[in-house]
């Protein structure tokens, strides 16, 4: 009996797996194991015998039984270590590239220039691209005959055959926002109407397609004062540095008196700065509104008055973030906007900058 002890606690402490401990157990006490077998000739002991006999070999059964156990939670212990140390996870690597998107500088312009008038009190209107001839140009004091309409370089609609409405138009600028606002809202009124503008011209700084953001306030003694201060502040604001503007004579129909506004820039080492230097940069157009356009906003051109203007948002893009051609903003060139563009969680905001 001490030998049969011996020999399976040896080779339960060898085994190396759960198999080869199956194998052992079943050698020993299964069924036809050395051990039961023993257990069996039990009964052909005398009782004397048995007594002595059968508690012994009880205990062996038992001592088996419990190094199997404990065998095989030692196995299975040393299997899940392994697994432990196999499956490893270093959660200190970077993460996966995941490709995002980029915002298009034009968008990133266009909220800037949103978030620096909204601080001003200055709302957001909108109107359609697609514009009828008096909002685009009548209600805007410029007639029929106006020399201003072919200057815009003008898309217009198709009518059919013997339709003699007066055709629309992609709309060449945002002012006809003026006149719906107007129209909606009544006096007093400080909008902007950021938007897309259309007109059949093509360069370096020209594309068919652009965008401004048009300008607008109205109350009871709104001045040229006013306009220019505003327009001082939304530039400091957006270059991030004081910008001297100059206003210069000038004419639009719907304005009266009218100025072209320059910023200040310097053009050393062939690249634009803008805030320093002696040097002007064009940016937007700009006056008091003239009193028919008021009337046909349906507002009282004796009881109020108020400036408007319109700057080139693309422009704008250009001079902040140094983007030198204009008809790479629409070609969609993915290394383009790789470089140029802007994360989609950088939303602009006066105090972030
Ligand atoms: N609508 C003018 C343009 O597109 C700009 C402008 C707007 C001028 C408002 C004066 C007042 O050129």
Redesign the pocket.
Known sequence: MDELKSKYLDLIAKASDAAALEEIRVAAVGKKGEVSLKMRELGKMTPEERQLEGPRLNALKDEINAALVAKKSALEDAALEERLKAEWLDVTLPARDRHVGSIHPVSQVWEECTAIFADMGFAVAEGPQIESDWYNFDALNIPGHHPARAEMDTFYTHRSEGDTRPPHVLR??T?PVQIRSMEAQGAPIRIICPGRVYRADYDQTHTPMFH?V?GLAIDRDISMANLKWVLEEFFSAFFGTHVETRFRASH?P??EP?AEVDIQCSFEGGTVKVGEGNDWLEVL???MVHPSVLRAGGIDPDAWQGF???IGIDRLAMLKYGIPDLRAFFESDLRWLRHYGFSALQVPTLHGG
Do not use: I, M, V
Request: net charge negative.
């Open positions: 060449t600028h002012s401004q048009e639009f719907f304005t009218s157009g700009s006056g408007a203007f319109g």
